[in-house]
Nanobody
Framework: VQLQASGGGLVQAGASLRLSCAASTRTSSYYYVFGWFRQAPGKEREFVASFTRDGRRTSYSGSVKGRFAISKENDKNTIHLQMNSLKPEDTAVYYC?????????????????WGQGTLVTVSS
């Protein structure tokens, strides 16, 4: 599976931004689970959001819950991350990610496919 992330940029605090991740496989299939991670400068990569194995529900980290929303555009095989009310601490390189739909959790060691990352910078 190949993943191509886009949509990053420089915005002011409080603004919104939508990231996209084009997948080389059908996002409507439940064979893969898709999601997003991010890595801030000087920090480890962390989970942001994902779909559950059945593709019907979503999961978010506590720091973005209520502000970010993950969605699918299946006719374009694209995953989106809508980011609202952005804060300077959201500044990071954002990576889309995928793994086969197994019982293992959507955590970094279990991720099988990574996009190249897109930089989001939020100024105060």
């Amino acid at each position: 599976v190949q993943l191509q992330a886009s949509g990053g940029g420089l915005v002011q605090a409080g603004a919104s931004l939508r990231l996209s991740c084009a997948a080389s496989t059908r996002t409507s299939s439940y064979y893969y689970v898709f999601g997003w991670f991010r890595q801030a400068p000087g920090k480890e990569r962390e989970f942001v959001a994902s779909f559950t194995r059945d593709g019907r529900r979503t999961s978010y980290s506590g720091s973005v819950k209520g502000r970010f929303a993950i969605s699918k555009e299946n006719d374009k095989n694209t995953i989106h991350l809508q980011m609202n009310s952005l804060k300077p601490e959201d500044t990071a390189v954002y990576y889309c990610a995928a793994k086969r739909s197994t019982s293992s959790s959507f955590e970094e060691p279990n991720i099988e496919f990574w996009g190249q990352g897109t930089l989001v910078t939020v100024s105060s």
